[in-house]
């Protein structure tokens, strides 16, 4: 049965899709399945794992609205094993559409619920704000991801998406927590940074990862590609800080073997992914 991880801070520029499609890229070369769900309109993540948002004709607003079965609407991405929900621009206005849903916090939940058992980990790039999307993503999740950069006022901001994330265990998902909070964005030159990184620790302590990710060039360059880090660069400070985190994650050391998928037909694998869901 899948963790459901929402990855979601309402700030935008934060490396929230960054971190969602890289840390599943690299659970999913750890041999485990992974499903990412674009949560999130501007369809960054979609992009992000070379699906061209503007050809995508069923996303995930169809499950959330038309009562779609999520398990045809996966894609097929580039690497064994990470399969992905894409977003399009339908899903712009679903928020006032969901309004007057019955049940409309648990649209998303009710959704993932038969595909669970499919995967080991569903990745919920969540948009960045704290509308009815972002608390879809949180309602139907075990936990909460916050990506946190390295700048002023960082930790100021994290406030309202606190109260929000408590709002949701009260009164939602008792059982909703905090996984974890990686700091991004880290420009080691810089005295801001080591203050940032000390002030988090000593607030979140053992809630905040040791990897810490750098500013990096080549992470800003990758999603114009459609590609997740490692395959972009995968020898580039930000794939491996991406990986050094995924093992922490994991809490396992493993090996990257990178399997790249070019065919557009599910291989036998795949298929049986999908007869599972």
Not at 86 to 112: C, D, M, Q, W, Y
Not at 216 to 237: C, Q, R, T, V
Not at 239 to 250: D, H, M, P, V
Request: net charge neutral; charged share 25%.
């Amino acid at each position: 049965m899948a963790k459901i991880i929402s990855v979601c801070n309402q700030k935008g520029g934060v490396g929230k899709t960054t971190t969602a499609i890289n840390l599943a890229s690299f659970i999913a070369l750890a041999g485990r399945n992974v499903l990412v769900v674009d949560c999130d309109p501007q369809a960054n993540a979609t992009s992000g794992l070379g699906i061209d948002k503007k050809q995508v004709k069923e996303s995930i607003y169809n499950a959330l609205i038309d009562n779609k079965d999520i398990s045809q609407l996966l894609v097929n991405t580039k690497l064994t094993n990470l399969y992905l929900v894409p977003s399009n621009v339908h899903l712009t206005g679903v928020e006032v559409e969901l309004v007057s849903i019955e049940g409309r916090e648990f649209r998303l939940k009710n959704a993932l619920e038969n595909i669970r058992p499919a995967f080991d980990y569903i990745i919920l790039d969540a948009p960045p704000s704290l509308g009815l999307l972002t608390i879809n993503a949180l309602t139907a999740s075990n936990s909460a991801l916050i990506p946190l950069q390295c700048e002023y006022y960082a930790l100021e901001g994290l406030s309202q998406l606190l109260s929000t994330i408590n709002l949701v265990r009260q009164n939602l998902n008792p059982h909703l927590e905090i996984e974890g909070i990686l700091l991004t964005m880290a420009d080691f030159r810089t005295k801001l940074t080591d203050e940032v990184i000390k002030e988090a620790r000593n607030f979140f302590q053992h809630k905040v990862y040791r990897t810490v990710i750098p500013r990096s060039i080549k992470l800003g360059e990758a999603p114009g590609f459609g590609m997740p880090i490692i395959l972009y660069d995968k020898n580039s400070h930000g794939a491996r800080s991406y990986y050094e985190f995924a093992k922490e994650f994991l809490g396992v050391d493993f090996p990257i073997d990178i399997e790249i998928k070019e065919k557009k037909e599910p291989a036998d694998g795949e298929k049986s992914i999908r007869q599972r869901a």
